[in-house]
């Protein structure tokens, strides 16, 4: 497996946006092509990497700085790291920016609370508006939408392969990815 260099790709967005499937996405196609990557998914790392983190302001910032380590981490050894985090508040990007360094793509991967909540096969978001789930982003929390994303995917307007085309697209711009080695999508014999 192979990387030209490091890098990376900070998906936010709301609970439901599509984060977690647009990196596993991602992953998929770039581990077909050779090329390493790691998914530092965060419903996943908060239940080992930031476990006993709660959801007040304070506890997102340090869970959000935990993983930007891991992320830096994993990019300095040349691989691609795909953090799907929901990182609500432009502070949050900024210091996990600061963290990493070169090599930070920010993708917001945008949709409109009702089709997240439409997603949502948890519930969540009606636990949140019945107020059993204190800080929940979007509806007791704050979500600042990002200013100025490197990327932006609307997860309700383009597919899947769509996003992790652009993704690629964007990560051969930075040097990370060779030109059009065996990223495109499988393509079916004739």
């Known amino acids: 497996m192979s990387a030209i260099r490091g890098a990376v790709i900070w998906m936010t967005g ?8 647009l990196a596993d996405a991602l992953h998929q196609r770039l581990k077909q092509a050779g090329h390493a990557s790691i998914v530092l998914d965060g ?37 691609i790291a795909i953090a799907a985090v929901i990182s609500p508040e432009h502070q949050h990007r900024r210091m ?17 609370l009702t089709v997240c909540e439409a997603r949502d096969v948890k519930g969540l978001y009606a636990r949140a508006r019945r107020g059993e789930i204190p800080h929940f982003t979007g509806i007791s929390g704050p979500f600042d939408v990002p200013l100025d994303p490197d990327v932006m995917i609307e997860t309700d307007r383009v597919s899947i392969d769509e996003a992790v ?26």
């Open 96 to 112: 996990a920016r600061e963290i990493v360094g070169g090599g930070f793509v920010e993708v917001f991967v945008k949709a409109p």
């Open 165 to 190: 085309d652009r993704l690629l697209v964007h990560l051969r711009a930075m040097g990370c990815l060779p030109r059009e080695r065996g990223l495109g999508k499988p393509r079916l014999a004739k």
């Open 14 to 21: 709301l609970s439901g946006a599509g984060k977690s499937t």
């Open 43 to 79: 419903d996943v790392l908060r239940r080992g990497l930031t476990a006993g983190l709660g959801f007040t302001p304070e506890d997102r910032a340090e869970n959000l700085r935990r993983v930007a380590h891991v992320a830096a981490l994993v990019m300095q050894q040349g691989f």
